[in-house]
């Protein structure tokens, strides 16, 4: 089956600099990449998607980047604020919609 | 409207209870899954339904857990006979279809605790 490889696990940046998670994945047939965030006790919350025909997508200061070759995707997250400081997961769906997790990248963003 | 939604938010149990948690989906929405999340750890697929059918079960890691839909709505994960393993997070999340790439809404989870 499918199997995602998450890194860094943990990520320190400070307040305005840049953050990039990235994740590679195994099965060549998934087509489907989103990316969660989820704060301290709270639920997963789709942030950003991305979909094998598209090599990037973004919104305001996110954006997703898919190498299909390579089988890896990135999370850019530019301007990073106190605010973006969680837990990102990336995942990976095939066929019939179930996602496989990374294991998650903490973000730590310091004033 | 409404978002997904999951009962009890924290549970804690003694080793070899049986337990009942259940998820109320986005109001139309046809599929239907469920997570768990140990601490530290990412989300690992137990079970998805479209409809009241369970395509896939690969993922509950044993016989003591089972799980049905009725009316194409409601969910309940059982989990009979619990350990100290079970304990963790059960995510429950929900999609328009069952489609590879249909976004998974999620619900804010129970707390399981065994003692």
């Known amino acids: 089956g499918e199997n995602v490889e998450q890194h860094p696990s943990t990520l320190s940046v400070q307040e305005g600099d840049s953050a990039v998670i990235k994740c590679t994945y195994s099965?060549?047939?998934?087509?489907?990449f989103p990316w969660y965030k989820q704060e301290l006790g709270k639920r997963p919350q789709l942030i950003i998607d991305?979909?094998?025909?598209?090599g990037e997508k973004k919104d305001q200061r996110i954006a997703v980047t898919l190498n299909k070759t390579a089988k890896h995707f990135s999370l850019h997250i530019t301007e990073t604020q106190p605010e973006d400081s969680a837990v990102y997961f990336c995942?990976?769906?095939?066929?019939?919609?179930?996602?496989?997790f990374g294991k998650g990248t903490m973000l730590l963003v310091s004033p | 409207g409404a978002g997904v939604s999951q009962s009890p938010s924290n549970k804690v149990t003694e080793k070899g209870k049986d337990v009942e948690l259940r998820c109320d989906p986005i109001?139309?929405?046809?599929?239907l899954y469920w997570y768990r999340q140990s601490l530290g750890q990412g989300l690992e697929f137990l079970i998805y339904?479209?409809?009241?059918?369970?395509?896939?079960k690969s993922g509950l890691p044993s016989d003591r857990f089972s799980a049905e839909r009725t009316g194409g709505s409601v969910s309940t994960l059982t989990i009979q006979r619990t350990q100290q393993e079970d304990s963790a997070v059960y995510l429950c999340?929900?999609?328009?279809?069952?489609?590879?790439?249909?976004?998974?809404?999620f619900g804010p989870g129970t707390r399981l605790t065994v003692l």
């Open positions: 099965d060549s047939a998934s087509n489907y």
């Open positions: 339904f479209q409809g009241n059918s369970a395509p896939d």
């Open positions: 991305i979909r094998s025909n598209v």
């Open positions: 999340a929900s999609s328009l279809v069952a489609a590879s790439t249909d976004t998974q809404y």
């Open positions: 109001s139309g929405h046809t599929a």
């Open positions: 995942a990976a769906s095939t066929g019939y919609s179930t996602l496989t």
